[in-house]
């Protein structure tokens, strides 16, 4: 019978990990919804600015064939200008011309597309900045929006996102759809008069509000945290004390 090769057993010695000692003094404010927001734009302004640059050398490409075409254009012309006026009005039907001014309307449109793009995403960096320098003075950015209608609430959070956020309506009116839309895009602070019905409502849902007019800039209005905090009662301060600490560490 054949032998069986030995077997070699190697014992592992397994070293016992050191218990973790001492504690870290840091906080960490977990906000989910703000968060998933925060990396959303960060995402969409990558995304954006990928897309601004490829159409930023595509728009010079275009600029510079409608520069062409329209050269080519006005010299041929020019050269037809010069036989009779019956031969001229002749070669001006004929399809080379007729090719030129449609791919020159098309690269016109198609350009007109790109700058609106660019235009938008100046817009995106100018809202930014203007955050970034109101938080700097050690103030709150304000989201202002016109009336208190769900039309207006929707489209002010697709434009900032108004969870956790503070809000001012310029134009103030009883509304129950305009309250329920509120409660759902949920944002922190309301700087408004509220009726005192409204206003259960909104703090059974852990919002905020405080009667205090914003002072206003070109995308966000402000106000100051400190003279905010002091217009509130002392529940409201409470509450206002937890949210400002995560609000200092969030981006835009």
Not at 119 to 134: L, T, W
Not at 138 to 152: A, G, H, R, S
Request: with cysteine.
């Amino acid at each position: 019978m054949a032998k069986r090769p030995k077997v070699k057993v190697v014992k592992k010695t397994v070293q016992p990990q050191k218990a973790k000692t001492g504690y870290s003094a840091k906080i960490e404010f977990n906000n989910p919804a703000a968060s998933k927001d925060t990396e959303d734009f960060k995402k969409q302004a990558s995304e954006l600015q990928r897309r601004y640059d490829i159409l930023e050398m595509y728009t010079k490409k275009v600029e510079s064939k409608i520069k062409e075409l329209e050269e080519q254009k006005k010299k041929y012309i020019q050269e037809q200008s010069k036989k009779n006026e019956d031969t001229r009005k002749e070669i001006l039907k004929e399809k080379e011309i007729r090719v030129r001014d449609v791919l020159i309307k098309q690269m016109q449109i198609e350009l007109k597309k790109q700058k609106d793009i660019s235009r938008i995403y100046d817009s995106h960096i100018q809202k930014e900045n203007e955050f970034k320098a109101i938080k700097a003075a050690n103030k709150i950015p304000v989201i202002m929006i016109n009336d208190f209608t769900k039309e207006d609430i929707a489209a002010a959070h697709s434009d900032f996102v108004l969870r956790d956020q503070v809000v001012w309506f310029k134009n103030l009116k009883d509304s129950a759809s305009a309250l329920n839309a509120l409660i759902c895009f949920g944002p922190k602070i309301i700087l408004n008069e509220l009726d005192e019905k409204s206003k259960e409502e909104l703090s059974n849902e852990g919002m905020i509000t405080v009667d205090m007019k914003p002072v206003a800039h070109n995308y966000y209005g402000s106000v100051p945290s400190d003279k905010l905090a002091n217009a509130m009662n002392e529940k409201q301060k409470k509450s206002f004390s937890e949210w400002l600490e995560r609000y200092k560490k969030r981006e835009l």
